[in-house]
């Protein structure tokens, strides 16, 4: 990581965060059109179950079929920043997409308090239908490279992220961004290589990461994470300290591109 933060290789890992786009890659503004030169972005509808989802999807420009990364939001909902870390994929290569988890409550609130209050009546077993449906919308996609596919969390969505590594035997790699961890019991189901994203001001967060190290190791998982030094919590969205966030970014791209195949 290039000295910016503390590396531990350990059996058991968390996938955590909030993936901001770093200054490196410059930041898209909020209000971008849908299409730019190197990417195309739309809005989606999903089926899944009775109900249909909104997804927002991000493609590259490229010949050929294209790896893939599922992004689960924040707390807040579908953002800007969800979008243009979706976006910001697409520029790197992978065609990604945004599920709103909250599409089944009307989709996100304008507000935050609002969406904090939905996100917390959610039933994990409907998360993992709508995540499967998301996954299996992009299987089905031809620009897509079937079964390459990640996923990223921040936040609330780092923990979705690694609870869905625990659900879905068929993904290939998952990245936890500040998120917490999963039943210890149903750690030994992961398949995926994933990658964990912490933040040294992060209490809350951290104090799980002992717990979850050995719940990891346990099962015989190999889970790298990093503890960010000096940030707090969604540091990858507020950019407190951009070279950290920067550094994250690259190592959360050098892990998809690593077990991706493109």
């Known amino acids: 990581m290039g000295g910016k933060g503390r590396y531990t290789a350990v059996g058991g890992g968390i996938l955590c965060g909030a993936v901001l786009v770093a200054a490196l890659y410059r930041p898209i503004p909020p209000l971008t059109a849908l299409y730019r030169p190197d990417i195309h972005s739309e809005y989606v509808k999903i089926p899944s179950g009775k109900d249909t989802i909104t997804a927002y999807l991000a493609y590259p420009e490229r010949p050929q079929p294209a790896p893939a990364v599922i992004v689960i939001h924040e707390i807040f909902g579908q953002s800007d920043f969800i979008k243009q870390t979706t976006e910001q994929l697409a520029k790197e290569g992978f065609v990604a997409i945004a599920p ?127 503890i960010y030094p000096g940030v707090g919590h969604g540091f990858l969205r507020t950019r407190e300290k951009p070279e950290v966030a920067d550094s994250a970014w690259s190592a959360i791209i050098r892990h998809f591109r690593a077990n991706l195949k493109s």
């Open 100 to 226: 709103d988890l909250l599409s089944r409550r009307g989709g996100t609130p304008a507000s935050s308090d609002s969406a904090r209050k939905l996100i917390a009546t959610l039933n994990p077993d409907t998360i993992t239908m709508d995540l499967d449906a998301t996954r299996n919308f992009l299987n089905k996609n031809k620009a897509v490279r079937a079964n390459e596919i990640g996923v990223i969390g921040f936040c609330w969505g780092g923990g979705q992220s690694f609870r869905y590594a625990t659900n879905a035997a068929q993904l290939k790699a998952f990245v936890v961004c500040y998120g917490p961890a999963p039943d210890a019991a149903d750690m030994s189901k992961i398949k995926a290589k994933g990658l964990g994203v912490y933040a040294e001001n992060d209490a809350r967060i951290d104090a799980g990461l002992p717990d979850a190290s050995a719940a990891m190791k346990a099962a015989h998982k190999n889970y790298p994470y990093t």
